[in-house]
């Protein structure tokens, strides 16, 4: 009898519909909203670098619905720092800045700041040490920003090196493509970005109106990280699993050559 029992109930549990796959946590991580080309809001969507690759690793994780929602930075910020936010991107490592920052994830991107400099200037030398190779040229820079380190600003006040400033992105490439600066300081795909756009739109004739450019000395590279809210209480029990599998992820995306091949892509 007692047989009986066990093989009918071997029976019901066999036939009972399991469900296999725990519901998905719903999880949001916040970006900047205004970080072109890395991480900007266009027709209500946030898009850019990061986002291109974020949305590719997160399509691989296990056990997550993952949104990513476009905020100003500093309310962003706020966010983490309130224990309200899971997320954001993409931080720089200051520990010390943003205690309420921990942990960060693997570095997603090197965030490059380099000077773009008219070709002919490079055909003597290849200028490849900042700053001291850059000695006697006008450098141009977006206004208010203050890029190139102490040693570049300290060329400036000996009057060693010009300092030009214009609006932005497109106003400093053209007084490039015109000659009436040497190089452009910036990020280097914030650069490249803008110079591709251009390009498409006919503003830059590289080569015919507009000179030919070449990259010169990088200045510094900075990386720009997932960091996540360490003022959560306990809210997030996820976060360690969360971290580790898109760790895993982005040190492949990395790895394979995937993701740079994102960047090129979004940079065509």
């Known amino acids: 009898m007692k047989l009986i029992q066990m093989l009918v109930a071997l029976t019901l549990y066999i036939f009972i519909p399991l469900n296999v796959s725990a519901k998905e946590i719903e999880v949001t991580l916040y970006g900047d909203a205004n970080y072109p080309p890395y991480s900007y809001m266009e027709e209500g969507e946030l898009k850019g670098i990061y986002a291109n690759i974020i949305k590719v690793a997160v399509s691989?994780?296990?056990?997550?619905?993952?949104?990513?929602?476009?905020?100003?930075?500093?309310?962003?910020?706020?966010?983490?720092?309130?224990?309200?936010?899971?997320?954001?991107?993409?931080?720089?490592?200051?520990?010390?800045?943003?205690?309420?920052?921990w942990p960060y994830s693997l570095p997603i991107l090197d965030e490059r700041v380099m000077v773009i400099c008219r070709e002919d200037l490079f055909f003597r030398a290849l200028r490849l040490n900042w700053v001291e190779d850059y000695y006697g040229l006008?450098?141009?820079?977006?206004?208010?920003?203050?890029l190139g380190g102490d040693a570049f600003w300290q060329a400036v006040k000996e009057e060693k090196i010009t300092v030009s400033e214009?609006?932005?992105n497109r106003e400093n490439l053209l007084q490039l493509g015109l000659k009436r600066i040497d190089c452009y300081l910036n990020d280097r795909i914030s650069?490249?970005?803008?110079?591709?756009?251009?390009?498409?739109?006919?503003?830059y004739d590289e080569g015919g109106k507009h000179t030919m450019l070449m990259e010169g000395a990088t200045v510094s590279i900075e990386q720009g990280f997932m960091g996540?809210?360490?003022?959560?209480?306990?809210?997030?029990?996820f976060k360690e699993d969360f971290k580790k599998q898109f760790d895993i992820i982005i040190y492949d995306m990395r790895r394979s050559g995937?993701?740079?091949k994102i960047i090129n892509d979004f940079l065509r």
């Open 138 to 146: 006008v450098i141009g820079i977006n206004s208010g920003f203050h």
């Open 191 to 203: 650069i490249l970005w803008e110079l591709k756009k251009l390009k498409q739109s006919g503003e």
């Open 228 to 237: 996540f809210t360490d003022m959560d209480d306990g809210q997030f029990a």
């Open 60 to 101: 691989r994780m296990k056990g997550y619905k993952v949104t990513l929602v476009g905020v100003p930075w500093k309310r962003g910020l706020r966010l983490i720092e309130s224990g309200k936010g899971f997320a954001i991107y993409p931080p720089y490592f200051h520990v010390e800045k943003r205690p309420y920052i």
């Open 258 to 260: 995937e993701m740079q």
């Open 166 to 168: 214009a609006k932005g």
